[in-house]
């Protein structure tokens, strides 16, 4: 079983500051997704990032998978209210079906 | 814009009912899978369907459970005993082609509730 670690669990920030979630793993894998989840709702894909150093930005979000494609990063810059949210990161290995293993997320909070 | 619908939002059900769960995926995905995520905890996958057949599950989708394409848009999930323990929100997702970028597109969610 491949596990993701996120880290923190939960973050807790006022509007306008940065922040930076971790997804670590020992395993390897091939393609690997952020989503965010509201209370009560499906996960939203917000990324997928394939190739090891793999860098992608989507307006304040930066994603980012390590060189030896078994960690990655989502740093928010200058975040907003609307950001908060559960950020779950999922990793897949292409020997399966497409089964995702997920992280248990990080619960992020901005405040105004 | 193409999305996973389920239905029904929310099932209340006897323990020992038996259970469905409906997820029509996006039209022309081929991969659909379900994943269960009980109340504070991560999702955890259930079982992945291809080609009219289980291609892969967990240990946690064991005989009380099941799968069927019915028809050409439909993707069902059975649970044919529930347990206290099957209280989750259970998710139905579904992908297009396979490749590295096995980008997968979630449903709403159905929210089981087992008394």
């Known amino acids: 079983t491949q596990l993701l670690e996120q880290s923190p669990q939960f973050l807790s920030i006022q509007e306008g500051e940065n922040l930076t979630v971790y997804c670590n793993s020992s395993?390897?894998?091939?393609?690997l997704q952020w989503y965010r989840q509201e209370p009560g709702e499906g996960p939203v894909l917000l990324v997928t990032v394939v190739t090891g150093g793999e860098v992608k930005k989507l307006k304040r979000l930066t994603f980012q998978f390590g060189d030896a494609r078994k960690d990655s990063s989502l740093h928010i810059t200058a975040a907003q209210p609307g950001d908060t949210g559960l950020y779950l990161c999922a990793g897949v290995n292409t020997d399966s079906w497409g089964k995702f293993q997920f992280g248990a997320g990080t619960q992020v909070v901005v405040t105004p | 814009e193409p999305e996973v619908t389920q239905t029904p939002s929310h099932q209340v059900t006897q323990m020992g009912q038996e259970v469905i769960l409906r997820c029509v995926p996006i039209s022309n995905h081929l991969y659909f899978y379900w994943y269960r995520q009980i109340l504070g905890q991560k999702v955890e996958f259930l079982v992945s369907f291809y080609n009219n057949e289980i291609s892969e599950k967990s240990e946690i989708f064991d005989d009380q459970f099941s799968v069927e394409r019915p028809d050409g848009s439909n993707f069902t999930l059975k649970i044919r005993s529930t347990k206290l323990e099957d209280s989750a929100m259970y998710f139905c997702?579904?992908?297009?082609?396979?490749?590295?970028?096995?980008?997968?597109?979630f449903g709403p969610g159905t929210r089981l509730t087992v008394l």
């Open positions: 997702a579904s992908r297009g082609v396979r490749g590295p970028y096995n980008e997968q597109f």
């Open positions: 395993s390897v894998f091939s393609s």
